[in-house]
């Protein structure tokens, strides 16, 4: 078999067994998965600029918070349909990623991480400052009747599921897409070696400019679509703990593969699950354990297996 | 007709002129060595040329264009290629995707990109570890793979920084037999340090000592100028 051969069949078959789980899970578990699907769409959002790129934001909750924003209030102030409103999530993305990318590109290294991370937390307090219309803290709730989408209720658990899996899917294609094509090489070089690639004759600065933008709105887009499916807008999710977690879960799951942001995401999220049921103390558990996974995975669960087993694994 | 000219180019680090009102032109289709001892500003001067660092004053002029005011990928879009001093390939990506990157800023399409590198990576000798990553290659082989880099893009001016360092002997006689075959279709500067590849590949030699141009003239009146033998040859 061709790389690209396995390549598709590995993927494929993971979007099937999501699909066909969607007939076999209890519905708690089922729940579960719709989210992770979310939120690991975030993670491969994350994974383009930091696994793909080599470029470690700490603000990436302002582009999930942006999206999930851009949705919500065009819902609850404009009156706009699901759609409209999703799209709006995306174009609030693109904005604010296309102007963060042009201000914090001019910094490298830690530099880069604090801008980020002063840009979120500026995008959180905004959040919180705009309290008329966004219900600061509290948030608010996306009613089940503005939740249709081409006469699919939204709200209801198959739907949702199936949502959740059209939105990673998507994501999962376009990223399978973008690390075989050109312009993803170039990402990869720039992380590699950014003066060589310069060298070479690429823009280095509009590449990376365009990978924040592509994250931005994957990002975004998951963002509003979290919003939308669990059908609830909060500041929360614009806090610094939603930089945080794409970074945990790609870092579990495999910086800079493409399956690498699902199996973070899954993993962390039960391990969370399992060991608040076992104990209060169930941050110490997770916390162990992702000690232990840095010191004997440290690329991660599916940077061990490209590693060790298969090398072809984008 | 010149390909390449400077006039005034100079550079200084903190007081200390790296390179100092260099006048330099390179006539197209010529084979430029560029010698001088350890710090006469070669790199430094090389690296005003493809835009890697900021002149402190001076023009560089490319295919009769001013090119001093322009961003280094442009640069390398209008037809030079630089190989690093120190070595500088991807050392975790493997040897054919080193040399595709190269390739693909000029080439569309995957059987153009393969053909290309294909013959590049044959013609430096490193055909036979396409798929290896490039950082397991010997440093020898290293240096190889950044002329097959250069090589890819067919350039209209090929920057050598000291290629033959850490070649065999046997390598580096295949390396002037390269050099001669791409000076076919590209101007090339060689800074180089082996006194044999200079003498046998190079039509003129620029020396730089102290940031100024030396001297200048075919490799035999450089061998017998004694200026030359004092600041260079003779400690060599
Ligand atoms: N980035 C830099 N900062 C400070 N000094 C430098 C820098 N680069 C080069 N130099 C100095 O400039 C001089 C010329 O260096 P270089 O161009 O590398 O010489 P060569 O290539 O001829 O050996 C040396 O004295 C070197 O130490
Ligand atoms: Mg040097």
Redesign the interface.
């Known amino acids: 078999m061709s790389d690209t051969t396995r390549t598709m069949t590995l993927h494929v078959a993971v979007l099937a067994g999501l699909l066909a789980l969607q007939f076999v899970l209890p519905a708690y578990h089922h729940g579960n998965l719709a989210r992770v699907m979310v939120l690991a769409s975030y993670a491969m959002g994350y994974n383009i600029l930091f696994g793909y790129t080599g470029l470690l934001s700490l603000g990436h909750a302002l582009f999930f918070a942006a999206g999930m924003y851009g949705m919500g209030l065009a819902v609850q102030h404009l009156g706009a349909g699901p759609l409209p409103a999703l799209g709006a999530g995306l174009a609030a993305g693109v904005a604010v990623s296309a102007a963060l990318g042009a201000l914090a590109l001019r910094t490298a290294g830690v530099a880069f991480m604090i801008v980020t991370l002063m840009f979120a937390q500026a995008g959180y307090l905004t959040v919180l400052y705009f309290g008329t219309w966004t219900r600061g803290d509290e948030g608010f709730v996306i009613a089940q009747a503005q939740r249709v989408l081409w006469g699919l209720d939204l709200s209801d658990p198959a739907n949702r599921y199936f949502a959740a899996l059209a939105l990673f899917a998507a994501c999962l294609l376009s990223v399978l897409w973008l690390v075989h094509s050109?312009f993803g090489?170039?990402l990869?070089?720039i992380r590699?070696?950014e003066?060589?690639?310069?060298?070479?004759?690429?823009?280095?600065f509009a590449h990376k400019l365009a990978a924040v933008i592509l994250s931005g709105a994957m990002s975004a887009l998951a963002g509003a679509c979290y919003g939308l499916l669990f059908g609830y807008v909060g500041a929360t999710f614009a806090s610094v703990q939603y930089s945080i977690f794409p970074l945990l879960w790609v870092l579990l799951g495999g910086a800079g593969t493409v399956l690498g942001p699902l199996i973070g995401t899954l993993f962390m999220f039960y391990l969370i699950d399992l060991s608040s049921q076992v104990t209060t103390a169930y941050m110490l558990i997770a916390g162990v354990v992702l000690v232990a996974l840095t010191l004997f995975a440290p690329q991660g669960l599916a940077g061990e297996v490209r590693a060790r087993l298969w090398r072809w694994l984008p | 007709m010149s390909l390449l000219s400077t006039s005034g180019l100079s550079r200084h680090f903190a007081g200390l002129k790296a390179v100092e009102g260099v006048d330099f032109d390179l006539p197209e289709g010529q084979i430029r060595a560029l010698i001088g001892p350890n710090g006469a500003g070669k790199t430094t001067f090389v690296g005003l040329l493809?835009g890697?660092i900021a002149p402190s004053a001076g023009r560089v002029i490319f295919g009769g264009r001013d090119i001093s005011h322009l961003?280094?990928?442009r640069r390398?879009?209008l037809g030079m290629a630089?190989t690093?001093q120190i070595t500088?390939?991807?050392?975790?990506?493997s040897v054919a995707?080193n040399v595709?990157?190269?390739a693909?800023?000029r080439l569309r399409g995957r059987v153009r990109v393969d053909r290309a590198v294909r013959s590049a990576l044959d013609r430096v000798g490193l055909g036979a570890f396409p798929r290896q990553d490039a950082g397991d290659l010997s440093y020898g082989h290293q240096r190889l793979l950044e002329i097959a880099?250069g090589l890819v893009?067919e350039p209209r001016l090929l920057i050598l920084d000291e290629p033959t360092q850490g070649l065999a002997d046997s390598e580096i006689a295949d390396f002037k037999a390269l050099i001669r075959d791409v000076s076919a279709t590209a101007t090339i500067l060689l800074i180089e340090h082996n006194m044999s590849v200079v003498m046998e590949t190079a039509d003129m030699v620029t020396v730089m000592n102290f940031g100024r141009i030396l001297a200048e003239g075919t490799p035999a009146e450089i061998h017998a100028d004694p200026a030359v033998q004092t600041a260079y040859l003779g400690t060599g």
């Not at chain 2, 500088?88 to 990506?93: C, D, G, I, T």
């Open positions: 050109r090489r170039v990869v070089a590699e070696n003066e060589r690639t310069r060298m070479l004759g690429y823009d280095v | 493809c890697r961003p280094a990928h390398i879009n630089y690093f500088s390939v991807f050392a975790r990506l995707e595709a990157l190269a693909r800023r880099m893009q």
